[in-house]
């Protein structure tokens, strides 16, 4: 008996089965010759929200989750966030190793030679009503630069998917950029390739009048380290979006505005936004028990709490908070962070929290410091979206490259009715279905 494998006996049949073991994993294909007859379909497994389904080998990021450690290609994330810049994480995800000093110098440039975008985005811009959310533009105008871009769709020539790669992650900021100030109802602010990635990003949001926008540098570097900070997260509900759509063989553009949009949801990247609401509501740290109490009885959850994979602090919370302090020396203190401390303690301490192992994700106190930098809470996750734009890439890329894939098709466990005759409208009665 090979010692890599497990024994499975079906106790339907009395057979036994031996199944290879490989890192960890069955293939659950290997399920399906477990058969009660010929004509048996074979054994599936039933997982609903992948609780326990790998759907690829990663090369990319790794998550200890009960040791709240992550790393990018094997490099800790206190690491890059100490020492790297955006551009530098993004060429580490995508490519695998830390850039060269000529290497990291190029890809800059590179980056800021493709910010500008197409003519016709502003246009599509002005067609959105103002209040419109940021996240619906930025997914709305990455599909559409599909169109600017129709070569994109030749997703197996290398060649073509890298200019793919480098025009998503010059051009999403300044999607970004001009979907912010649109909402705001001011003119756009083309992109300035003198700047480095985030000083331009914050030029496109936040110039006036003055010939060359100065970014505070530390808040520049503090966003920037946010960015590293969301960079990837394995598969995630909005990477596994991205693997989805783009198993189809659909271009990135489309591909990424499906990421985006699944980014958007309150139980993911919208989560950073909630917790703003959140505070708001809560107001001061008195009423802090009273919240805790209609959490725990089911009324709400405790928006930026809780997590899939961590079941110890997620260690992106930590530096954040630690971040914080470095930007309230700027801009002041954001009376929201007292309120989440205490919260934080409060919820640490109590038993609900404990038992199911809820602690503080990156959304909670990323919000604070956003808010903190003067941006409106509509557009915390399309910061989320451009940090994450890099992990989004390389996973699309990594998928590509891999035999093991085909298009992304689940199997159904089918409860539904059995084979029935048609009943033609005048003979259906009065009751009918619900409505759904
Ligand atoms: N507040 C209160 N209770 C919670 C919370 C929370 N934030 N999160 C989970 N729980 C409870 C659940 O009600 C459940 O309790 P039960 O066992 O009594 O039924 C238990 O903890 C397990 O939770 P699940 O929902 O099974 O955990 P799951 O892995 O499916 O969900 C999720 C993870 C979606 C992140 C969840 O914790 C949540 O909704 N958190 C709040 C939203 C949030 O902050 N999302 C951002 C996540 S980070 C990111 O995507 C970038």
């Given at each position: 008996m090979p010692e890599d494998s497990m024994t499975i006996i079906d106790?339907?049949?009395g057979v036994s089965y031996t199944l290879p073991v490989k890192n960890g994993a069955i293939r659950a294909?290997?399920?399906?010759?477990?058969?009660?007859?010929?004509e048996d379909f074979g054994l599936i497994a039933y997982d609903p929200a992948f609780?326990?389904?790998?759907s690829c080998e990663s090369r990319i990021t790794f998550i200890d989750g009960d040791k709240g450690i992550l790393q990018y290609r094997g490099y800790p994330i206190d690491q890059l966030a100490e020492h790297c810049t955006y551009l530098e994480t993004a060429w580490l995800v995508l490519n695998g190793e830390l850039p060269t000093e000529s290497q990291l110098e190029d890809w800059t440039c590179e980056i800021a030679s493709h910010a500008a975008v197409p003519d016709d985005i502003p246009r599509i811009l002005?067609?959105?009503?103002?209040?419109?959310?940021p996240m619906s533009v930025l997914a709305s105008l990455v599909a559409a630069l599909s169109s600017d871009y129709?070569?994109?769709?030749?997703?197996?020539?290398p060649a073509v998917r890298r200019l793919q790669i480098v025009r998503l992650l010059a051009q999403v900021p300044t999607l970004a950029a001009y979907a912010y100030r649109h909402s705001l109802g001011l003119p756009i602010v083309p992109p300035d390739p003198s700047l480095s990635y985030t000083e331009n990003f914050l030029s496109m949001l936040w110039k006036k009048d003055e010939p060359n926008y100065q970014a505070n540098p530390v808040l520049a570097r503090a966003l920037d380290v946010l960015f590293v900070l969301h960079a990837d997260h394995e598969q995630n509900c909005s990477t596994n979006a991205m693997r989805a759509i783009g198993s189809s063989f659909a271009d990135p553009y489309m591909t990424m505005a499906g990421a985006i949009a699944a980014l958007s949801g309150p139980l993911h990247g919208g989560a950073n936004e909630e917790v703003l609401k959140m505070l708001d509501e809560i107001g001061?740290?008195?009423?802090i028990p009273a919240y805790i109490r209609k959490v725990k009885s089911g009324e709400c959850k405790l928006m930026g709490f809780g997590h899939r994979?961590?079941?110890?602090?997620?260690?992106r919370a930590g530096i954040i908070k630690r971040i914080a302090e470095q930007v309230f020396a700027v801009t002041?203190?954001?009376?929201k962070l007292d309120i989440a401390i205490a919260l934080e303690k409060i919820a640490l301490e109590d038993e609900y929290f404990v038992k199911r192992k809820l602690y503080p994700n990156v959304d909670f106190y990323s919000g604070i410091i956003y808010q903190a930098m003067?941006?409106?809470?509509?557009?915390f996750t399309v910061l989320f979206a451009i940090g994450r734009n890099a992990g989004w890439l390389a996973q699309w890329q990594e998928l590509l490259a891999?035999?093991?894939?085909?298009?992304a098709r689940p199997r159904q466990v089918f409860l539904g009715s059995a084979r029935r005759e048609f009943v033609p409208l005048d003979q259906r009665g009065a009751a009918g279905a619900a409505a759904v």
């Open positions: 106790n339907r049949t294909m290997d399920l399906r010759q477990i058969k009660t007859s010929p609780m326990n389904t790998a002005q067609g959105f009503r103002r209040d419109a959310h129709p070569e994109a769709k030749n997703v197996h020539d001061s740290s008195d009423h994979v961590y079941k110890n602090y997620d260690p002041g203190r954001n009376p003067g941006f409106q809470p509509e557009i891999d035999p093991a894939q085909k298009i």
